[in-house]
């Protein structure tokens, strides 16, 4: 909830409207109801209070707030002499619809490192995803380099390590079938060194 708000008067003559009105420090006092007229034509205004006491006087230009008692009032379009702006404490509160304002106001505030969340958020997303591809095509990069040392390397030791294991087998079962030569042999002779006896 904003706790003032600001209303253009109904018979100004000018183009000024309520741009925005933001609490930017803790007020100095309690907020009272106040009126900022504008005295001449070149933006020369008065800040006044309830009784007509003048609280603040300057002379506005465009983009500069009117700033008093913690609060920031920015104006759009061009005020008239004559131009009279209320400034209040908010009358009801829980119907105030500032901190949605707020909230919404902050969509266009650089929070971040001089940027909007959005605009932050993106290059984020970006730098991310410029990352990510770069990773993935070094380790693609890497991946093939490894490749080709490994052919390169077979090329040279000539050592297909397939070819390798299926010499292996056949020499197993090689081995394994001189081994079931030697026992029959060894069966035959048994059997002859029997019979002669």
């Known amino acids: 909830m ?3 708000t600001a209303v253009a008067a109904i018979a100004n003559s000018g183009t000024a409207s309520v741009a925005s009105l933001r609490i930017v420090a803790a007020p100095t006092a309690a907020y009272q109801p106040l009126t900022l007229r504008f005295i001449d034509a070149s933006g020369g205004y ?3 209070d309830s009784a007509n006491t ?3 006087a300057g002379t506005w230009s465009a983009g500069s707030p009117v700033a008093t008692n913690g609060f920031e009032l920015r104006l759009d379009g061009t005020p008239a002499m004559g131009d009279r702006f209320t400034i209040a404490p908010t009358a009801y509160p ?12 902050m969509a266009t505030r650089p929070l971040i490192d001089g ?11 970006s ?29 040279e ?24 030569m030697l ?9 002859l060194l029997q019979l002669g006896r």
């Not at 940027?115 to 997303?125: H, P, S």
């Not at 770069?134 to 093939?144: I, V």
């Not at 026992?183 to 059997?191: G, K, R």
Request: net charge negative; hydrophobic share 50%.
């Open 157 to 180: 030791v000539g050592v297909n390590l397939d070819e390798e294991a299926a010499r292996l087998i056949q020499f197993q079962q090689a081995y394994q079938a001189a081994a079931k």
């Open 46 to 48: 008065e800040l006044v």
């Open 94 to 105: 829980a119907a105030s619809n500032g901190n949605a304002l707020a909230f919404d106001d």
């Open 2 to 4: 904003r706790p003032v």
């Open 183 to 191: 026992q029959t042999a060894q069966v035959v002779l048994d059997t």
């Open 127 to 155: 730098e991310l995803g410029v990352r990510v591809q770069s990773a993935t095509a070094t380790a693609d990069s890497s991946s093939a380099v490894a490749e080709r040392a490994s052919q390169a390397l077979t090329g």
């Open 54 to 56: 003048v609280l603040a």
């Open 115 to 125: 940027q909007t969340f959005g605009d932050a958020y993106a290059q984020l997303l």
